[in-house]
């Protein structure tokens, strides 16, 4: 059985329904949809999902609990991880319940198209699904592009262990792939564990742990992964990311120079910016509007109205605060 599945709680309450709403529009209601709780705050999600058919919420608690350990005896051999987390956070472990997306590896579907809560559907999925018959793992961004967030290129065990042409075509986000159920049984995954423990774990990069961890699970394990931003010609590959902003919307989807995205990647905007929106803080963002439509796509009188001009999500410096920031008086 293939499906799609996300990772939530209620802190990206709007960022999951407008995700629901896309794939619902793109797909229909027939294709499921599983949600895998990043933490036990799911209220509201939960009764979201109990509205529509076709989704559920992750409940296999010995699988969460698997892989919630596995994270930790992962982050256990890092040599740095613990003590740059305790600079930014008490908690003993960085963005926690993030790895839980790993649980699509023993989930309920044989096959799955993993999204982050943070992203909308605009294109069919099929490609994908047929790809994965000849590889382990789907991919298509251009990620590859910046290896910085996905290891710490400052190891010089990072080229030892995987050749610089590896690095160049076999990174991706973790944002959006598709990949297999049974790829990383226990055996597997303490295999893994133990050569963290002989001194590869330097190689992670702590500050975007699910996506660093789940590339060299991918990588060291040498599993196949195809890149369709490296394959397509050039004339038929789109980008992703909410940061490129030559896209046109066309009857709620958008095309890069004619050709219509698979999906896009809010990138970069935190949930708690998409929940003041939302709350009718009238924030400015790029592609804002498609969001909106596919947020209150089933409710649009709750639409937020907005009467004030709208501010942007980033803020650009006046010439005064640039020079009071080169005095020292401004942060």
């Known amino acids: 059985m293939d499906g799609i599945c996300t990772l939530a ?18 797909l229909g209601t027939e294709i499921p949809v599983c949600v895998y709780p990043y933490d036990d705050n799911t209220t509201q999600i939960a009764a979201e999902i109990s509205r529509r058919p076709n989704v559920h919420l992750y409940n296999d608690d010995d699988s969460i609990q698997r892989w919630d350990e596995f994270a930790q005896r992962v982050w256990d051999t890092h040599p740095t991880a613990q003590q740059r987390w305790s600079q930014i956070s008490n908690a003993p472990y960085y963005r926690f319940g993030t790895h839980r997306r790993y649980c699509a590896f023993d989930g309920i579907f044989d096959r ?56 160049q075509t076999e990174i991706f986000c973790s944002g959006f792939y598709a990949s297999k ?33 789940l590339n060299y ?21 789109t980008g992703c990311c909410v940061t490129s902003l030559h896209f046109q919307e066309q009857n709620r989807i958008l095309y890069d120079k004619g ?23 009238n924030i400015d963002f790029p592609y804002r509007d498609l969001f909106f439509h596919y947020r209150y796509l089933h409710e649009p009188e709750k639409r937020p109205k907005f009467t004030t001009k709208p501010v942007p999500y980033k803020q650009t410096p006046t010439l005064l605060t640039k020079a009071l920031g080169k005095l020292g008086f401004t942060r």
């Open 9 to 26: 709680n209620d802190k990206v309450y709007n960022q999951l329904v407008a995700l629901l709403n896309s794939i619902e529009a793109i």
């Open 181 to 213: 159920k049974g790829l990383f049984d226990e055996e597997r995954k303490n295999w893994l564990i133990s050569k963290l423990k002989e001194g590869e774990a330097e190689v992670l990069y702590p500050m975007a742990p699910d996506q660093t961890l």
């Open 112 to 167: 799955f198209l993993y999204m982050d809560a943070d992203t909308l559907l605009l294109g069919q999925v099929a490609p994908l699904f047929m790809q994965l018959e000849e590889c382990d793992c789907v991919v298509y961004d251009f990620q590859y592009t910046d290896p910085t967030h996905v290891y710490n290129c400052s190891s010089a065990k990072l080229t030892e262990l995987f050749p610089i042409e590896r690095l």
């Open 217 to 237: 699970m991918m990588m060291r394990a040498n599993l196949s992964i195809y890149n369709f931003a490296l394959h397509l010609p050039a004339d038929e590959k």
């Open 259 to 281: 050709k219509q995205l698979t999906y896009l990647h809010y990138i970069g905007i935190k949930s708690q910016l998409f929940n003041r929106v939302c709350a009718g803080e």
